[in-house]
């Protein structure tokens, strides 16, 4: 195998997925060379003329060959960056966007109280709670999710994160068996209408979970089965936030007024669009 520099490798990449038509950013190309070759940032940036072995630059194509099939650079490293922290990612589980950012933004604004139960409906990487707790130290809560597997990822991700023994992790869809009631309900659920899965891209339509992208016909089933129980299992006065699609913000609105539950906010994304709405109790 040819030996070739740093810089060789990192230019080599860029033309092979530009020609592809596929997107590589310099971040994720240099974090690729970081996981392929054991470099950090600086030793990348300060020494663009190292030539690296053999194995480190194998190990680097095989990345990009992998990245040109349209994987996810995150699904690639195994791990995506959420409001500022490391979250581990499988198969089983929705790689976390910044979009979901905007429903931490704004429970975190919610004039919540110290200690505060929480519960996240498919919970997938357990991102949005994990998240919550590690940000609020008097926060508990139950994250849940119909996948055993993704159930597994939170689980690991609790644990590497730190806030273990403030969370619980319960198997069922929607509200399953649990009789508790919460201050909090916050869900990112499957908000993309079946038609229009097909449309979506490689990225997201080969390597998200169907379980985590389909939402039925219209796109809706999953906040009308989040509201139809959500009476049940709130506290006086509590609150729920959901991340919503572009364009779903007034029927997702109605679907919960005819549950009782009242839109008292809304935050939009960094494109603009309403993507968390929230409701409370009355």
């Known amino acids: ?27 994720d190309a240099r974090l690729l060379l970081q996981a392929a070759s054991g470099l950090t940032h600086e030793e990348i940036i300060a020494e663009p003329d190292l030539v690296l072995s053999s194995a480190q630059i194998a190990q680097f194509d095989g990345f990009i060959t992998r990245r040109l099939t349209h994987e996810p650079v995150s699904r690639i490293l195994g791990s995506r960056e959420f409001y500022g922290r490391s979250f581990h990612v499988t198969p089983a589980v929705l790689d976390p966007r910044a979009d979901t950012e905007t429903i931490v933004e704004q429970i975190l604004a919610l004039p919540l109280q110290r200690h505060v139960r929480v519960l996240d409906i498919g919970t997938g990487s357990g ?79 080969h390597f998200d979970p169907m379980l985590a992208l389909d939402g039925g016909d219209d796109g809706l089933a999953a906040y009308r089965a989040i509201a139809a129980g ?38 939009a994304d960094l494109g603009g669009h309403v993507r968390a709405l929230v409701f409370q109790s009355v």
Request: hydrophobic share 50%; charged share 20%.
């Open 1 to 27: 195998m040819k030996a070739e520099s740093v810089q060789a490798l990192l230019l080599k990449a860029k033309r092979a997925l530009c020609d592809a038509d596929i997107e590589l950013s310099a971040l």
């Open 127 to 205: 991102a949005i709670i994990i998240t919550l707790l590690a940000e609020r130290t008097g926060w508990s809560g139950i994250a849940l999710d119909v996948s055993a597997a993704a159930l597994e990822v939170a689980s690991l991700n609790a644990k590497t994160l730190g806030v273990a023994g403030r969370i619980s992790f319960h198997g069922g869809a929607w509200f399953g068996t649990l009789d508790e009631r919460f201050d909090l309900i916050v869900s990112n659920p499957p908000y993309i209408p079946k038609a229009d899965i097909a449309g979506l891209e490689e990225d997201v339509r």
């Open 230 to 267: 959500a009476a049940a299992h709130l506290t006086p006065s509590g609150w729920i936030v959901l991340e919503i699609g572009a364009g779903q913000a007034t029927e997702v609105t109605d679907i919960f007024a005819d549950q009782g539950l009242k839109l008292v906010g809304q935050r």
